[in-house]
């Protein structure tokens, strides 16, 4: 055991610990954390599939890390979750790149076959998670049966969020590190920087989002529906598309909110220009696992109105500080904030500087610093 940390040290010090990555698709998001990641190791990131069902129409640059495509079948689900790839190539795809650690996303197949590389080798393993025991509250016994055995043969696991790591120790999984998700957000930072938060007669309302049930947009239109009713000038922003659109158009229309912005799908690198034109995010959601759209709102400057089932809320906002967290469901409490935050220009600038200087502290080399002690971690236990 000497030996081998001795030569994990060596190579940590060298910037050479070998790590493979295993995940599902590549994303926008996700890929400048990687890329952070191949500067601090020698990274290899295997992905299940080109795409997925949660995929959008992204413009995607060639990744600027060494990456391979796992391929094979796929079992498809909602488009608002990974599909599960049961594959057994990624065994061959872990030998071939002979990592120390493996970091492998979620609690499906390939995390066991990860699992089995890991024994094989004598590597270690880590799951990483962005779920929450919100999140997670609905699983069934076979994905029970999954959790309590990966955690009884991974040696650690990587939570994305203070709720993530704390869900993950409550599965059983030690040692628990926390890697804060991030992404590239100078651009958005760019637009905090310069904004100027005037105190202009009309509260802009924006938010971003697939246009899903689960999303809870239904419930944000009735309560600026309700914050007008209250004489306070509310004006809102959707950016993105998905299947609800055509009820929600037709909830708006029926609420006499015809002057709604429907913008559909932006392109990320388009989506700093959509935060700088308003003055407050909201996100009403029901159910995410994380929320980066939060991140990037807060680095444009915007107070966030977040509800609590967000696995970002406890991470970025602090309430009353960067933000308000309520219950989408309850419309009067969600159109109070909006009401609060229209009727004192002031508290926006002040909330808005706040989430900015939060944002800026979460970058991709943040994270990616974050992993590689997770990864060194295990590698010298």
Request: charge should be positive; glycine fraction near 8%.
């Amino acid at each position: 055991m000497a030996g081998r940390e001795r030569r994990m040290r060596e190579r940590r010090d060298a910037g050479a610990l070998r790590v493979s990555f295993i995940t599902d698709i590549m994303t926008p998001y996700m890929a400048p954390v990687f890329e952070a990641l191949a500067e601090r190791c020698d990274l290899t990131v295997l992905f299940g599939s080109q795409t997925g069902s949660r995929a959008m129409a992204w413009s995607l640059p060639t990744p600027g890390f060494r990456h391979r495509i796992v391929g094979g079948p796929a079992i498809r689900r909602s488009i608002d979750a990974a599909d599960i790839y049961p594959n057994p190539r990624v065994l061959a795809e872990l030998w071939r790149a002979r990592p120390d650690v493996v970091i492998s996303g979620g609690f499906s197949f390939p995390s066991l076959y990860a699992a089995a590389y890991c024994r094989a080798s004598r590597a270690r393993l880590l799951v990483q998670s962005d779920g929450t025991s919100r999140s997670e509250a609905g699983i069934g016994r076979d994905q029970r049966i999954t959790r309590a055995v990966l955690a009884r043969v991974a040696h650690g696991a990587v939570g994305n969020s203070r709720l993530a790591a704390r869900r993950l120790a409550e599965l059983g999984f030690d040692p628990v590190f926390e890697a804060p998700h991030s992404t590239d957000i100078g651009r958005f930072l760019d637009v905090g920087r310069a904004r100027a938060h005037p105190a202009d007669d009309v509260l802009r309302v924006v938010t971003v989002g697939r246009l899903l049930a689960a999303k809870g947009l239904d419930l944000l239109l009735r309560a600026v529906a309700q914050a007008r009713t209250e004489a306070m000038p509310v004006a809102l922003t959707i950016v993105g598309e998905g299947e609800d659109e055509p009820r929600l158009r037709a909830l708006a229309s029926e609420l006499a909110l015809t002057d709604v912005e429907w913008r559909g799908f932006v392109e990320p690198g388009e989506l700093p220009a959509q935060l700088a034109r308003a003055d407050v995010f909201a996100f009403p959601t029901l159910g995410d696992t994380f929320g980066i759209a939060l991140l990037e709102a807060a680095a444009a400057g915007l107070p966030l109105i977040c509800s609590p089932h967000a696995g970002a809320a406890p991470d970025l906002v602090a309430e009353g500080e960067t933000g308000f967290v309520v219950e989408p469901r309850d419309t009067r409490a969600f159109a109070r904030a909006l009401t609060t935050l229209a009727g004192d220009a002031g508290l926006r600038a002040r909330m808005g500087r706040a989430a900015y200087e939060l944002a800026r502290r979460r970058t991709p080399a943040d994270t990616a610093d974050a992993y590689v002690r997770a990864a060194t971690g295990v590698a010298l236990g």
